[in-house]
């Protein structure tokens, strides 16, 4: 049924294939017995591995059990779901939060929950796809404004009417690895008086000292400020969550359907999110070190001629021009035991490898990446 399509995948040098690796998640995996550097991933401060967390999550097994069983007003949540909840309102300063079961899950629940027919929704252009989603699933007029820029969301705002307007942005964008100007969109929907909603899945764990983006710009988070962010990337766990005022938080709670009918994440994924933000809460240093890798992967790219493509975090893209470069710039990689897959349409328009840096890698490690990629330079 679907072989034809299929056949102009692979024709256009597109079709995906998953590789499954035999290891844990760290700077170094396994595939097929064979040990890659790992600059794929989003364990930015090498948390998924990390023995204290391993421990919480060991402990939390005996107390809890491992399956959930239900969704969380059908009992299947535990009182560590409480506990991170207000954990997380603490880090992020608001007044309530709500967990949610993935960062896809949570931005198709929320968008929808705090739109009606009176809304208009402001879009970046790069959002991430659960964005898009969220927004096409809320059944309202959508205005997409151009990457980041100001003046053209500005006017997009200023000319439509609508009793509720709504301005959404990813605070890292996950392919391209730069920062939302979220200083002057604050100051764009105050003066609008236009609600905010930030995705934050990329920035939490990295800006802010780790906060995030509304601390990383010294931005207070106002009621009208929704933050939505994820415990599956810097904090190496799984699952998302809400932040924001007790009334938003109590109407998503009640209204967002993929929170309502999702079974709750089991109470063991749960523990290793309190352990890691008590980690980072207490101890600087991971970041600190995650971007000190950063800047020296960046300055080394950039010697050797590369475009980084406007990256300002530790998600760096490297510019190929062509899905042939990429492919070939990534099996060359490969071939020298680094892991740094081929990003391709539709994921993005423009082709590039997605290097990530994390705290765990060792100078070692970014010196045979520079060499890798000195070597392959096109």
């Known amino acids: 049924m679907f072989s034809e399509k299929l056949k102009i995948l692979k024709e256009n040098r597109l079709f995906r294939e998953i590789k499954d690796r035999e290891s844990p998640q760290g700077p170094r995996i396994k595939f097929a017995g064979k ?4 600059f794929s991933s989003n364990n930015y401060l090498g948390l998924a591995t990390h023995p204290y967390i391993i421990d919480k999550v060991k402990r939390s097994l005996d107390d809890y059990g491992y399956g959930s069983a ?7 949540g535990s009182t560590l779901h409480k506990e991170l909840e207000d954990k997380i309102a603490q880090f992020k300063n608001t007044e309530a939060a709500l967990i949610f079961s993935s960062g896809y899950a949570a931005n198709t629940g929320i968008i929808p929950a705090i739109t009606d027919e009176d809304t208009a929704i402001f879009s970046d252009e790069l959002n991430h796809a659960s964005i898009i989603d969220g927004c096409r699933m809320s059944k309202v007029d959508i205005l997409i404004y151009r ?3 100001l003046s053209h969301l500005e006017e997009l705002i200023r000319k439509k009417i609508a009793k509720r307007k709504i301005v959404i942005t990813d605070t890292i964008f996950s ?16 003066k609008n008086n236009a609600l905010l909603y930030i995705d934050d899945a990329h920035g939490t764990g990295i800006l802010g000292n780790g906060k995030g983006a509304l601390s990383h710009f010294n931005i207070h ?5 929704v933050q939505m962010g994820t415990f599956s990337k810097a904090l190496g766990s799984f699952g998302a969550f809400v932040a924001g005022s007790s009334g ?6 009640n209204t967002a359907r ?4 999702s079974t709750a994440l089991p109470s063991c994924v749960i523990a290793a999110s309190i352990a890691a933000l008590e980690i980072i809460e207490k101890d600087s240093d991971l970041i600190k070190k995650l971007w000190a890798n950063r800047n020296k992967v960046v300055n080394n790219i950039k010697d050797i001629g590369y475009d980084i493509m406007g990256s300002e975090t530790p998600i760096i893209p490297i510019r190929t021009g062509t899905i042939e470069n990429t492919l070939h710039v990534s099996r060359h990689l490969y071939e020298k ?12 328009k423009e082709p590039r490898i997605r290097i990530t840096v994390t705290a765990s890698h060792t100078n070692e490690d970014i010196e045979r990446l520079i060499e890798a990629l000195r070597e392959v330079k096109i």
């Open 70 to 76: 239900a969704s969380r007003l059908l009992s299947g």
């Open 248 to 253: 938003v938080v109590e109407w998503i709670l």
């Open 337 to 348: 035991g680094i892991f740094a897959p081929a990003i391709r349409p539709p994921t993005v």
């Open 147 to 149: 990457h980041k820029n």
């Open 175 to 190: 392919m391209d690895g730069d920062i939302s100007p979220l200083n002057d969109i604050y100051e764009i929907c105050k």
């Open 221 to 225: 988070p106002e009621q009208w400020i």
């Open 35 to 38: 040990e890659y550097l790992n």
């Open 258 to 261: 993929s929170f309502i009918f």
